[in-house]
């Protein structure tokens, strides 16, 4: 079993009703790249971790084109919300509406075989450009998010932790911020994001650091195809879901 990562599929519908090559030509018809690629590369027993901004829609009803779309391609996917996600709901109603065909990050982790899966959108860094004092709010409670899962992975006994952000959680090495510090203070050893786009790549930290392996995973700076995050000799286990909380 593998476990990858691609974030920031932008996707709506089938044809898509805001087509991306408005952000450039590599955007043509990036669906059926990102289905190509996908196919070549993903086998049934692999997990699959999207980092956010997955479908245009403004409700989970208009969003289920694009989510039935993804179940179509193989693997185990794991979703969590970016900022675009406006369709995002309760964990219950979007586990109804896609029949059970996703795990869904949301105050909660997942395990596959011996890794713990945990995820939440971030936010805006302090580093920022007009980072506001509701920013500062989101930001604290974003963290406190993040340290109550770790937590939990870590109390269940899961020695292996990769992290999903929509959000990158850093920009420069140099940089701190309270998502890299507990990152480090758990142990986590992968860390995907999404959210950047084109050359504004070049202004996040990927690499290693403090011994976590930061990696940019938006669709459109990685080819459009899903990056390998874990690579193991086993066959796949089933992603079993850890509860916090539900909301």
Not at 104 to 126: D, E, H, K, M, V
Request: glycine letters at 8%.
């Amino acid at each position: 079993m593998n476990i990858y990562a691609i974030g920031d599929l932008h996707l709506s519908g089938d044809p898509p009703a805001k087509p991306m090559e408005i952000f450039g030509p590599h955007w043509q018809d990036h669906a059926a790249k990102v289905a190509a690629n996908w196919r070549q590369l993903v086998s049934p027993d692999d997990t699959v971790i999207i980092c956010g901004d997955t479908s245009w829609a403004m409700d989970l009803t208009g969003a289920l084109p694009d989510l039935n779309w993804i179940s179509a391609l193989p693997g185990h996917k794991i979703l969590l919300r970016g900022n675009h996600d406006y369709w995002w709901s309760s964990l219950k109603k979007m586990q109804t509406a896609t029949e059970n065909k996703f795990s869904f990050l949301q105050n909660n982790f997942y395990t596959c075989g011996s890794t713990a899966i945990w995820g939440s959108r971030g936010w805006l860094l302090p580093s920022s450009d007009n980072f506001s004092a509701d920013d500062a709010a989101i930001y604290r409670r974003e963290g406190l998010r993040l340290e109550a899962s770790l937590a939990a992975a870590r109390q269940a006994g899961y020695s292996e932790i990769i992290a999903a952000l929509h959000y990158p959680p850093l920009y420069d090495a140099a940089n701190e911020s309270v998502f890299a510090d507990l990152l480090e203070r758990y142990g986590v050893s992968h860390c995907v994001f999404g959210h950047i786009h084109g050359s504004d790549a070049g202004m996040v930290f990927e690499g290693v650091r403090n011994g976590i392996t930061y990696k940019l995973v938006s669709c459109d700076t990685q080819a459009f195809t899903p990056q390998l995050v874990k690579q193991t000799a086993k066959k796949g286990f089933p992603c079993q879901k850890n509860f916090l909380q539900q909301h």
